[in-house]
Nanobody, 115 residues
Framework: QVQLVESGGGSVQPGESLTLSCVGSGFVFSRAGMKWYRQAPGQERELVASISPSGNSRRYADSAKGRFTISRHNDEKTMYLQMTSLKPEDTAVYYC????????WGQGTQVTVSS
């Protein structure tokens, strides 16, 4: 059974940091391209960052460049999203996505940035 489990969300003030984690199981994690998406209330889900199976290639949405860092530890079957200088517009549910023959989604973790 495939599972992607996100954690690390929470409520923070503008300018603070959070690190999200996504643990995968039930598929070959080291062969999966991985992504972080987010969805704010009333908006469509948007791609935040992506990372290749080896971790050597990373891409970011313009909104994330310079503030967010995507990484992965294949031995631990875990992907991360380090978020710094958080802004109220970063408030959303953040989803982990994996593509390894099929597309898999996690259940999401809420990030709220508010003063």
């Amino acid at each position: 059974q495939v599972q992607l489990v996100e954690s690390g969300g929470g409520s923070v003030q503008p300018g603070e940091s959070l690190t999200l984690s996504c643990v995968g199981s039930g598929f070959v994690f080291s062969r999966a391209g991985m992504k972080w998406y987010r969805q704010a209330p009333g908006q469509e889900r948007e791609l935040v960052a992506s990372i290749s199976p080896s971790g050597n290639s990373r891409r970011y949405a313009d909104s994330a460049k310079g503030r967010f860092t995507i990484s992965r530890h294949n031995d631990e079957k875990t992907m991360y999203l380090q978020m710094t200088s958080l802004k109220p517009e970063d408030t959303a549910v953040y989803y982990c996505n994996a593509i390894e023959l099929q597309i898999y989604w996690g259940q999401g973790t809420q990030v709220t940035v508010s003063s």
